[in-house]
């Protein structure tokens, strides 16, 4: 591997070095202030090595290939520093997160620094896997980001102050996605040996000239092609891949449901982007098809489900399956800069609302259990549960700007003017129509009313007065000052590229 090969690896680097720094920390200090530091720290750095790394690139040079296994590029590199400041944002709720459930003055069997450290992990899989140009690279990347993600899910078993009842339902969502997840491997293997018996070979662009002489109906290839496509589907939880979405979003630790909300969803989104443009994938027909069938599916059946929840991580959890779907309707126009630009757009816009949404319904729940009794999460009616939608009645009079900042994510998630959401689906309706593809215009204009309905009856809960004995039971909400930041900062990109779109369109078109 020659010097220039790894300079562009370099925010990888990066974080391998932080990891090992956070492991040697914690070996002779341990300390959760100091080991979330380190942890922003790393990843600070990791998003400065992004900006050294594109500038290199800048130069001439639009791609630098890394040894046949990795490929990095000005795409690449964004989808790293979207993903790396999703990750801060999931340290600092993280942070709030362990504060208020691991006892470490007490206790000697509850420290909260293993978080940061797979924290770390699933960040270098996922950056590698934004990068990834072969099969070894994409299965290691993906395998790494999995592994690091069951034990994360199942973390509230650790904290010896967490309530018994999040305990199990931890560990519950831990064990249901290393299963299903296993499931999935397994299909996603299956189809890469199927594809490499095929084509006779594992880097994208040798599969690209054996897809190019498929014959017409079904062969090795295709059938490999078909499972991979299975296995991505599962980690996307587009339908009807998507069982496990609302048990493991409910019953993990709210940051974790975050993460894999937003990163984990994110780099197999920049993969499968990369991997149909190099293989040139969207000239299949029977691929295309699968996916518009499965983008259907998610947007009708995500967002009826969420009328149906009175749980907010549940109802976050089918939104999301929704949102996924809609993002396929842009994936689908094929490898066009337009289409490239709408997918990477609403994908942020995602990210944005998403990170925002969950950081709320988190940070109260942390606020919830500091102000209970003896440290014990209130269990009783839905008006004491943080998590139930009936807590929320009355929080614009509790805490206004806390509202207000839910209430910006819950109308970019249903797209209103003047939020990224609405500019991300505008990008969705216009994809559909260059693309033609009516009947999933059609899904998208149904999913998007059934959104709204959810979306709306949220935000007149929050406005709702209720009796005095309500509220008293819900009690005031009280933020950190880093959750106040993050909610703002979070906030005020939501606003800036509802309002000015031009600034992040520029940014991407120069990718």
């Avoid at 340290?91 to 006892?103: D, E, I, K, P, T």
């Avoid at 009328?307 to 126009?333: E, P």
């Avoid at 102000?371 to 009645?393: L, T, V």
Wanted: aromatic share 10%; proline share 4%.
């Amino acid at each position: 591997m020659t010097a220039q090969e790894l300079y562009a690896i370099l925010p990888l680097l990066v974080l391998s070095g932080g990891i090992v720094i956070l492991l040697l920390q914690v070996s002779f200090w341990r300390g959760h202030l100091a080991a979330a530091v380190t942890t922003v720290t790393t990843l600070a750095a990791a998003i400065y090595a992004c900006f050294l790394v594109a500038a290199t690139l800048s130069g001439g040079v639009g791609s630098r290939a890394v040894t046949g296994l990795l490929l990095v590029d000005h795409t690449a590199l964004f989808f790293c520093l979207l993903l790396l400041l999703a990750a801060i944002a999931v340290a600092v709720l993280g942070f709030s997160y362990l504060q208020q459930r691991c006892n470490q003055k007490f206790s000697t069997g509850s420290y909260p620094e293993e978080f940061y450290i797979l924290l770390l992990l699933v960040m270098l899989g996922a950056t590698a896997l934004v990068c990834a140009n072969h099969f070894a690279s994409f299965f290691l990347a993906l395998e790494l980001m999995s592994l690091a993600l069951y034990p994360l899910l199942g973390f509230a078993v650790s904290g010896d102050l967490s309530p018994q009842r999040d305990q199990m339902h931890s560990l519950e969502s831990g064990i249901k996605y290393l299963l299903l997840s296993a499931l999935s491997t397994a299909l996603g293997l299956f189809g890469i040996a199927l594809i490499y018996a095929a084509g006779g070979a594992l880097d994208f662009g040798g599969i690209a000239a054996a897809v190019a002489q498929l014959p017409q109906g079904p062969s090795l290839m295709l059938t490999g092609l078909t499972l991979l496509l299975i296995a991505v589907a599962f980690k996307l939880s587009l339908v009807p891949f998507h069982i496990w979405t609302p048990d493991v979003y409910q019953g993990a630790p709210t940051p974790v449901t975050a993460l894999i909300a937003t990163v984990g969803k994110g780099a197999v989104i920049a993969l499968l982007l990369r991997f149909f443009a190099k293989a040139d994938l969207f000239a299949v027909p029977t691929l295309t098809n699968l996916l518009a069938i499965t983008a259907v599916a998610s947007m009708l059946a995500g967002n009826l489900l969420a009328l149906m929840q009175d749980n907010i991580k549940r109802l976050l959890a089918y939104s999301s399956i929704a949102h996924i779907g809609y993002l396929i309707v842009a994936f689908l126009i094929g490898n066009s800069a337009f289409g490239s630009e709408a997918v990477i757009y609403y994908l942020v816009a995602y990210v944005i609302t998403t990170l925002g949404a969950f950081a709320v319904v988190g940070l109260i729940a942390d606020s919830t259990l500091a102000q209970a009794p003896g440290g014990a999460a209130p269990i009783g009616n839905a008006a004491s549960d943080p998590f139930q939608r009936d807590f929320y009645r009355g929080l614009l009079w509790r805490s206004p700007w806390l509202a207000c900042c839910l209430a910006a994510m819950l109308l970019s998630l249903a797209g209103i003017p003047l939020t990224i959401g609405f500019i991300g689906k505008f990008y969705i309706f216009a994809a559909g129509v260059q693309g033609q593809m009516w009947l999933l215009l059609a899904a998208v204009v149904v999913g998007s009313a059934l959104g709204l309905f959810y979306y709306l009856r949220l935000l007149l809960t929050m406005v709702q007065r209720t009796p005095e004995p309500a509220v008293a039971t819900a009690g005031s909400v009280q933020i950190a000052i880093s959750g106040q930041i993050l909610l703002l900062s979070l906030t005020a990109a939501l606003l800036l590229f509802g309002v000015f779109p031009q600034i992040l369109i520029n940014w991407i078109n120069t990718l």
